[in-house]
């Protein structure tokens, strides 16, 4: 779910849709009638990962957010902060969220996510240590490769294409459509 903004972040004025001229055309968009300020409504980077735990004998970890009703396990994402690297951003994340560390990262891909209008940056970690999960996560299980099932969504098809480069031919799980 994303909010449109109502009120011009610069000015406070009402937004309104309005149609301007853009590089590629007329583009009707939320813009500001006093100051001219554009709702772009760019995608979001998020980051995420595929956290292989080097001292469980390369499991994978997987993790269920509190705030979700199902038993979905996934993987660890966070949103990308002003002032850092994609890289130290997942790191950060991997962290704060479970209390890896991480040693190692490679990029496994950026994946289409716009159902929640945002760009998933995916990244196989590395990692070691004792885990702790943050409030934000209810429960975590460390996977053999063999037992991993990918999702049809942007951050399973990232677990898909690490398991492939594994050698390991994903299975995918169905989860009941979103209404
Ligand atoms: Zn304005």
Redesign the pocket.
């Known amino acids: 779910m994303t909010h449109a903004p109502r009120f011009?972040?610069?000015?406070?004025?009402a937004l309104q849709a309005l149609t301007v001229d853009e590089d590629g055309g007329p583009k009707s968009r939320l813009r500001?009638p006093?100051?001219?300020?554009t709702h772009w409504n760019n995608p979001t980077p998020v980051l995420a990962a595929v956290v292989e735990c080097q001292d469980q004998e390369g499991k994978v970890l997987l993790a269920r957010n509190a705030a979700w009703s199902g038993r979905m396990f996934a993987l660890i994402t966070g949103f990308m902060e002003a002032g850092e690297t994609p890289e130290e951003g997942i790191t950060r994340e991997v962290a704060e969220e479970t209390s890896l560390q991480v040693h190692e990262l490679k990029l496994i891909g950026v994946y289409d996510f716009q159902r929640m209008n945002q760009i998933i940056i995916a990244y196989h970690a590395l990692a070691s240590g004792e885990v702790r999960l943050s409030p934000e996560l209810a429960e975590h299980k460390m996977f053999a490769l063999a037992d991993l099932r990918c999702w049809r969504a942007g951050t399973g098809y990232a677990l898909a294409d690490w398991l492939r480069g594994r050698g390991h031919d994903p299975q995918f799980i169905e989860l009941p459509a979103r209404t």
Not at 34 to 37: D, H, T
């Open positions: 011009c972040l610069s000015c406070g004025t500001c006093a100051c001219g300020w």
